[in-house]
Each structure stands twice: as structure tokens, then as C-alpha cells.
């Protein structure tokens, strides 16, 4: 974190230009549908969902130092809630708005059974805890339509009734509701790690003991954390079912769980666009290696497993380390002399 | 003067080890006491029931009047119990800054700002930059905790104890570990922060010239009782606990 400081790339602040290189990606996002087809479209959506879903997960791994195999129960929380609610009211916000909620509900019944335990025994707890809500997905079907999940799941119209309704049955209009609703999650996510209470969160990562000894209760903060960690899950969760019209019981396994993982180790654990790197990774690694075999995901653990052992702070701990240095070294070496 | 803590007949085992057995303790406000013993004698078991970090067995321990015997840490804290660690205890990859800015936080009640920037709060950056001045670590404020030398980690640990503006502070050992230079700058610290008379400080030191020369009261401890109690001229002519520390260092010379 401290490499960053006073780095000056062409002579501007290492600030100045990664929010130039932020505004400019955020621009391109906005055109993907004028500069690219369908498929990018597509793509794009899923890494953007993939990415409030890691960060979530991120905030747990990262800053408060809790490993979650669980946060695909929470997904599919969100996912099941929003479909359930669409089927019913073919409303798009109140769809969304009850998936996050649901999410939110349990994960605070849940996380208040978890945080009081940490390391493996957390990481057990939670996966158990998914695997549960797997299974009520998977066995209840006069809620959840047991195995064949929830079908006829309709895009319906972002509207508020008197106000104003917006169509959402071209991909193009719900491509930017996913990105705007994604973009403003990020921008609260960052507001909320860069807070007093995402310095407390690190803390309690860095020396439980000495932040009690702050007087801070540990619990109630993980709890949260964990909370807020549900929610961006469960949010997640929620603007899948508009796009593929349908929710089914794996997205709430525990192989699903490992999504975000994969994501955030790819990225990086310690940097808060580690994680939007990662699912970006994640996907256009998938995207390439489907073309050449079905077992994509041996070739992603293999990725994973060298980044872990050779790279241990992520793909974006190679900007922080290597590239920066060396175009300071390399050009704002020169101006300064 | 001001009773601060007191406890009554507080027992605590592990298994079969009894560690504290029976402990009847006060320690008055503007006191520097330090607590003595040999290894396993029930110190630091002392320190972890006095501020929540273990449960006791039986007996109940006293605040200014208050029982906390089982409230949890924080809580306690926020009272104004504290505490450093015989084991480093910091936070190693945050900066030194942020080391002390969690404690200050908390004190300032600030911990829950979800929204707002960290140095959009004004008096939490003064007083940290006070603290830290304080103890002589300003200038490596923007270095992660955890590449400090160990005597300067020692020091900001002290730091982080004092931030939270205890009126009673258990120091675990504040020097071990350290060389003579480091040392003197931690008994500047404790001489200082006791002149100041906000914070009463508990020290377990196993240093004698330490004890000796910092210390209003000394404390002996053995086998998990209290055997003596009083002015350190008292101790030093104290017939049991010369018997006790003199076996100690027979038995360690027969090994």
C-alpha cells in the first residue's frame, strides 16, 4: 500500500492517473454496446456481477481476514428472492430490492451463528451453511421449483408507477442497469473500506486482541462485515435472474462459492480492484479455454495455483510492484534530473 | 487515594494447574505497582482475568466500584482498562499511523463512520499525531507496523495502549527483548505517562533494576498467591520472598 505514495508517473501523481485510467474504463463500459455485439454485452454483465460478488467476498477474505465458502447460499438468496418476486410483481426494482434483502436477512441469521468462530472453523461453518441453502433449493419444490429451478423468469420494466418506466426487454437497457446499479455498489463499497470502519476491519484481520482492546466489540463489527459481504452477494445474485430468465438450485453449491475465490486470488487479496481484475480474468480465461476443452476449470486451477505460489499478491500487485517502479525508473526518472 | 480495581479471592485453572488460587488484590489510582514472581507463577494469567481476555473460575473482580467480572474486553475498555502484550501485539500491515488511529477511533467513538473519508475527522488526526509524537515514532508514521525494528514495535505498541486513554494500564513485560538504548526510551514513556497522572500503570517485569527503580509498590507472586505485598524496601528485606527467589535460582543451578 505504501509503494503507492509519491509515485509519479509523467510527471502526475500515481492518483491522478489511475482516476484518469478509471474515468476512461468507466467510459468504454458505457459504450460496449455501440463498439461490441451482444456477446461482449453479455460477457460484461456477468463480470460486472462477478465482480460485486468478489468484492463482497473480499471484504470477509482481505480486509476482515475471514475465509467464506458460503457466499454462494447468500447468491442464490438473492437470485431465488429477486426471481420469486419477478414471477409475481413483473416489477424489476422490487425484484431486485427483495433478493438483496433476503440475502441481507439471512445473512445476518447466519453470520450471527458464524463470526463466533475464525480461520477453518468459519470457513466450515459457512460452507455448511451454503450447502444448506443448496439443499432447501434443491428439495422444497413447491417454493423453489426443486431441480428445475425457477423458469419464465420475466426481464421486466425498471418503473416506478406514475413516474416513469423504462422497457427492459432489449439486453442493451438492461446491460446499463447492470452496470450503473454495479458501478454505484463498487463506488459504496470503496467509500465504506476506505472509512473508519474499514480501518477497523483491518485491524481486526491484522490482531483481533488489540482491537478489542481498542474497545471495539470484534463480534458485532465480523458481524457486519459478514453482512455487508451477504448483501453484495445477494445483490449479485439478484440481477442474474433478469438476464437468464431462469434461477436453478447450483448456484447456490459450493462450487459456485469457489467463483469468488478464484476471482480474488487471480486479482489480488489486498487491493480493492483486486477483486474486478480477477473476474475479468476469470471470465475471459474461461472464455478461451472452453474453445479448447470442456475441462476449463483444470486449466484455471493451474493459472490460480501458479499465481498463488509465484505471485502471492495477485495480477494487480504486478502493477504496484513491477510496472510502476519501472516507468518511474524509466521516464519520470529522466524529468527529474 | 482512589481505589481503581480490586478483586476477591479470584481462582482460575487450567486442568489440572491451579493457576491463580485464591488471588484478594487492589491496586489504587497514582500507584506504579509492579507485579513479581518466578516463571508460572500467575502474572500474566493475573492480567488476562483482570481485563476479559480469559474467564475466571471463581471470585469477582471490581472497577471503580463496579462489578465487570463478566463483561467482555471492549467494554472494559471502554471503562478504562488497557493493555500491551508480553507477545507483540500490533497490527503489522497497517502503518503506524493507522496503528494508532483504530484505538483513537474507537475512544472518539468514530469506530462506525461506514461513509465518511479517515482524515475527514480532524480531531482523530490531531490526536494521533500526538501520540505518535509522543512516542517518538512521527517520522516512520507512514511505515507498515510490521517492518519497525523490535524495539520501536515495542513502542507503538505502548502507543496503541495508551490511546485509548486508560486510567489503568497493565504493561506485559514492556522490555523484554530490547537492547539498553531502546530500554530507556520505554521507561522515559511509562515515567512520563505516570507524571501525567491520567494513567496508573501495572507492570509485570522480570528486569530487577526495572522494578526497583520505577516501582511506588511491588506485588510478589508464586505458585498462583500473592506471598508479598508493599514498599519495594519492604520487599527487598522480605524473608519469603528472598526464600522464593533464591530457591528458584538454586533449583535452576542444581539443573
Known amino acids: ?337 | 487515594m482512589t481505589e481503581l480495581l480490586r478483586t476477591e479471592n479470584v481462582r482460575k485453572s487450567f486442568g489440572h494447574l491451579q493457576a491463580l488460587d485464591g488471588v484478594d488484590i487492589h491496586f489504587n489510582a497514582d500507584a506504579l505497582t509492579s507485579i513479581i514472581g518466578p516463571n508460572g507463577a500467575g502474572k500474566t494469567t493475573l492480567i488476562n482475568l483482570l481485563t476479559g481476555s480469559l474467564g475466571l473460575d471463581s471470585g469477582k473482580i471490581f472497577f471503580k466500584g463496579e462489578e465487570i467480572t463478566k463483561m467482555p474486553t471492549h467494554e472494559r475498555v471502554k471503562r478504562g482498562i488497557g493493555r500491551s502484550f508480553q507477545i507483540m501485539n500490533i497490527f503489522p500491515m497497517l502503518t503506524v499511523f493507522q496503528n494508532i488511529q483504530i484505538p483513537v477511533l474507537s475512544l472518539f467513538n468514530k469506530s462506525l463512520k461506514f461513509f465518511s473519508r479517515l482524515d475527514a475527522h480532524a480531531d482523530v488526526i490531531a490526536e494521533v499525531e500526538k501520540i505518535s509524537r509522543d512516542v517518538g515514532l512521527w517520522d516512520k508514521r507512514e511505515l507498515p507496523a510490521g517492518e519497525l525494528s523490535h524495539g520501536d514495535q515495542r513502542l507503538l505498541e505502548m502507543g496503541i495502549a495508551m490511546s485509548s486513554q486508560p486510567e489503568l494500564c497493565f504493561l506485559d513485560e514492556p522490555t523484554s527483548g530490547m537492547n539498553p538504548g531502546e530500554r530507556v526510551k520505554i521507561l522515559e514513556n511509562i515515567r512520563r505517562l505516570s507524571k501525567d497522572k491520567r494513567t496508573t500503570f501495572i507492570i509485570v517485569e522480570h528486569d530487577m533494576d526495572v522494578v526497583f527503580g520505577l516501582s511506588d509498590r511491588i506485588v510478589v507472586m508464586h505458585r498462583g498467591k500473592v506471598i508479598a505485598d508493599g514498599r519495594p524496601d519492604e520487599i527487598k528485606e522480605n524473608e519469603n520472598v528472598r526464600e522464593v527467589y533464591l530457591g528458584e535460582e538454586l533449583e535452576e543451578g542444581l539443573i
Open chain 1, 1 to 337: 500500500m505504501m509503494t503507492r505514495k509519491g509515485v509519479s508517473i509523467f510527471g502526475y501523481g500515481y492518483k491522478k492517473v489511475s482516476n484518469l485510467l478509471l474515468l476512461l474504463l468507466i467510459v468504454v463500459l458505457f459504450f460496449v454496446p455501440q463498439l461490441a455485439g451482444k456477446y461482449p454485452m453479455y460477457m460484461a454483465m456477468h463480470i460486472l456481477i462477478l465482480s460485486v460478488f468478489a468484492l463482497g467476498f473480499n471484504l470477509l477474505l482481505g480486509y476482515t481476514g475471514l475465509l467464506s465458502f458460503g457466499q454462494a447460499g447468500f447468491y442464490a438468496c438473492g437470485a431465488y428472492g429477486c426471481g420469486k418476486v419477478l414471477i409475481l410483481i413483473p416489477s424489476l426494482l422490487p425484484g431486485i430490492i427483495s433478493g438483496v434483502l433476503f440475502a441481507g436477512v439471512t445473512a445476518v441469521i447466519l453470520g450471527f451463528l458464524c463470526i463466533r468462530h475464525t480461520r477453518i472453523y468459519f470457513a466450515m461453518l459457512t460452507l455448511c451453511f451454503g450447502m444448506m441453502i443448496y439443499s432447501l433449493a434443491w428439495k422444497w419444490h413447491t417454493m423453489t421449483g426443486g431441480d428445475d429451478g425457477l423458469v419464465g423468469i420475466p426481464r421486466a420494466p425498471l418503473e416506478i408507477p406514475g413516474i416513469f418506466s423504462i422497457d427492459m426487454s432489449s439486453l442493451q437497457n438492461y446491460y446499463y442497469f447492470v452496470l450503473i446499479v454495479c458501478l454505484l455498489a463498487i463506488g459504496l463499497l470503496y467509500r465504506i473500506v476506505k472509512s473508519p470502519f474499514g480501518l477497523i476491519l483491518q485491524g481486526i484481520r491484522d490482531s483481533e486482541s488489540r482491537v478489542s482492546f481498542s474497545g471495539v466489540s470484534v463480534k458485532n463489527y465480523r458481524l457486519i462485515a459478514f453482512t455487508i459481504g451477504g448483501l453484495y452477494a445477494g445483490l449479485a445474485g439478484a440481477l442474474l435472474p433478469p438476464l437468464e430468465n431462469t434461477v436453478t438450485p447450483p448456484l447456490a453449491h459450493w462450487t459456485h462459492s469457489a467463483e469468488p475465490v478464484l476471482a480474488t486470488l487471480l486479482g489480488g487479496i489486498h487491493t480493492f480492484s483486486g477483486p474486478v481484475v480477477g473476474a475479468f480474468l476469470f471470465y475471459v480465461i474461461k472464455d478461451v479455454i472452453v474453445r479448447f476443452t470442456e475441462y476449463w476449470l483444470i486449466c484455471l486451477g493451474v493459472i490460480v495455483l501458479a499465481l498463488v505460489m509465484g505471485l502471492p499478491g495477485g495480477v494487480v500487485s504486478i502493477f504496484e510492484q513491477k510496472l510502476i517502479p519501472w516507468v518511474r525508473l524509466r521516464f519520470a526518472g529522466r524529468s527529474l534530473h
